[in-house]
């Protein structure tokens, strides 16, 4: 679905998150031939402007058709947080008043980019505090598109081929499960991998999902990015407390759509997340069921330490404890680094991720006036 403006009277289609078909088809009804689609992509996603006016390769004329049928949308930041590591998250706010999350993680060789496919979340799982918000709407694929570019413009990296830009990579690892999103996320990442525009290539772009293992397939076919899977338990007994959604998708049904994943291979592993939680998966047991899981599947385990929340029940496992865990996958030949956490001081890290959005009927959010800050931010 095509976001609309609305200004001065005038309904606007706003060209962000469109595909290049779509932005084709778009231009073709002011009857402009398609060279024009590769022209205004190149503005819009390699030099990140805003302002038809600013698009100079443009005849003048040209520029002003443009603005009185289309816009160029930014979303609004409600809230900027700068942690003592470098990490920063912003809160964005959308066109209907709700709210969701990214975060941008800066490491030696990369800077990470974690983004929301969702507004809430509808899996629950319990050690995480996104899951404690319900579910309020899928994002657009504008809207995810739209947290990337908020992102680059925050940190000033137009042209997106910038000379040391800061976001090299793009994990769906934010708010929201991306495969109960699938249309939306696929279209964004499209926008997102083009190399003519912000130019992320699909090998540095990682999807994480809970397990939805009928869109797993259809996901590597479709977008061709890596895959990570929020495993953090090797028994389904465990799971099924720690991810509600490993009941209708158990641990064997997972494991062999991993295996299936369409282009997996030694060159491309497939990530298993592991949070590391205090006597309940974290024993030397737990470690080797773990390397007999994923035996055959080439694969990496992100070991997670518990990142804790306001009101969570688990604690995080000691650092002796991880460390063990640890060798006994290294032992068996799988990379097994252990995940800094990164923006704790502003509850950035991950499993903190939470917004204020509640699902209301259109009327009543419609009629909310602009709402300050929260004293009680939780992320």
Same mark, same amino acid.
């Given at each position: 679905?095509? =976001? %609309?403006?609305? $200004?001065? @009277?005038?309904?606007? &289609?706003?060209?962000?998150?469109?595909?290049? #078909?779509?932005?084709?088809?778009?231009?073709?009804?002011?009857?402009?031939?398609?060279?024009?689609?590769?022209?205004?992509?190149?503005?819009?996603?390699?030099?990140?402007?805003?302002?038809?006016?600013?698009?100079?390769?443009?005849?003048?004329?040209?520029?002003?058709?443009? =603005? %009185?049928?289309? $816009?160029? @949308?930014?979303?609004? &930041?409600?809230?900027?947080?700068?942690?003592? #590591?470098?990490?920063?998250?912003?809160?964005?706010?959308?066109?209907?008043?709700?709210?969701?999350?990214?975060?941008?993680?800066?490491?030696?060789?990369?800077?990470?980019?974690?983004?929301?496919?969702?507004?809430?979340?509808?899996?629950?799982?319990?050690?995480?505090?996104?899951?404690?918000?319900?579910?309020?709407?899928?994002?657009?694929?504008?809207?995810?598109?739209?947290?990337?570019?908020?992102?680059?413009?925050?940190?000033?990296?137009?042209?997106?081929?910038?000379?040391?830009?800061?976001?090299?990579?793009?994990?769906?690892?934010?708010?929201?499960?991306?495969?109960?999103?699938?249309?939306?996320?696929?279209?964004?990442?499209?926008?997102?991998?083009?190399?003519?525009?912000?130019?992320?290539?699909?090998?540095?772009?990682?999807?994480?999902?809970?397990?939805?293992?009928?869109?797993?397939?259809?996901?590597?076919?479709?977008?061709?990015?890596?895959?990570?899977?929020?495993?953090?338990?090797?028994?389904?007994?465990?799971?099924?407390?720690?991810?509600?959604?490993?009941?209708?998708?158990?641990?064997?049904?997972?494991?062999?759509?991993?295996?299936?994943?369409?282009?997996?291979?030694?060159?491309?592993?497939?990530?298993?997340?592991?949070?590391?939680?205090?006597?309940?998966?974290?024993?030397?047991?737990?470690?080797?069921?773990?390397?007999?899981?994923?035996?055959?599947?080439?694969?990496?385990?992100?070991?997670?330490?518990?990142?804790?929340?306001?009101?969570?029940?688990?604690?995080?496992?000691?650092?002796?404890?991880?460390?063990?865990?640890?060798?006994?996958?290294?032992?068996?030949?799988?990379?097994?680094?252990?995940?800094?956490?990164?923006?704790?001081?502003?509850?950035?890290?991950?499993?903190?991720?939470?917004?204020?959005?509640?699902?209301?009927?259109?009327?009543?959010?419609?009629?909310?006036?602009?709402?300050?800050?929260?004293?009680?931010?939780?992320?």
């Amino acid at each position: 679905m095509m =976001a %609309e403006i609305h $200004t001065s @009277g005038a309904v606007l &289609t706003d060209l962000i998150g469109l595909t290049r #078909d779509e932005l084709t088809t778009e231009l073709s009804a002011l009857g402009l031939p398609t060279f024009r689609t590769g022209q205004i992509w190149h503005w819009l996603y390699h030099r990140g402007e805003t302002d038809f006016a600013e698009m100079t390769t443009l005849a003048k004329p040209l520029r002003g058709q443009l =603005a %009185e049928r289309f $816009t160029v @949308g930014r979303l609004e &930041t409600a809230r900027e947080q700068r942690s003592v #590591d470098g990490t920063i998250k912003w809160l964005f706010r959308f066109a209907d008043g709700n709210e969701a999350e990214t975060v941008y993680i800066p490491e030696e060789d990369r800077g990470t980019l974690c983004v929301s496919s969702q507004i809430g979340c509808t899996l629950t799982c319990s050690f995480c505090h996104t899951g404690t918000q319900r579910l309020v709407r899928n994002l657009t694929s504008g809207e995810i598109v739209g947290q990337v570019m908020a992102a680059l413009d925050a940190m000033e990296s137009w042209p997106s081929n910038k000379e040391g830009r800061p976001i090299t990579n793009i994990v769906l690892m934010g708010m929201g499960e991306p495969l109960y999103n699938l249309d939306n996320v696929a279209k964004a990442l499209k926008v997102i991998s083009d190399n003519e525009g912000i130019s992320i290539s699909k090998r540095r772009i990682t999807l994480s999902t809970s397990g939805v293992v009928p869109e797993m397939h259809r996901c590597g076919a479709e977008t061709g990015v890596n895959l990570a899977i929020s495993l953090h338990a090797v028994t389904d007994a465990v799971r099924d407390i720690l991810v509600p959604i490993n009941k209708k998708y158990p641990l064997a049904d997972l494991l062999q759509a991993c295996r299936d994943y369409p282009g997996v291979h030694n060159a491309r592993r497939i990530t298993f997340e592991y949070v590391m939680l205090k006597d309940l998966n974290d024993s030397i047991t737990d470690a080797r069921a773990l390397v007999r899981l994923i035996k055959g599947i080439p694969a990496k385990i992100n070991l997670i330490p518990f990142n804790p929340w306001p009101g969570s029940p688990y604690e995080c496992s000691d650092p002796a404890t991880i460390e063990a865990f640890a060798g006994v996958i290294m032992a068996a030949g799988y990379p097994s680094p252990v995940r800094r956490p990164r923006g704790s001081d502003i509850l950035a890290a991950c499993g903190q991720l939470k917004s204020e959005s509640q699902r209301l009927r259109k009327r009543d959010r419609e009629a909310l006036p602009p709402r300050p800050w929260p004293s009680r931010w939780n992320r």
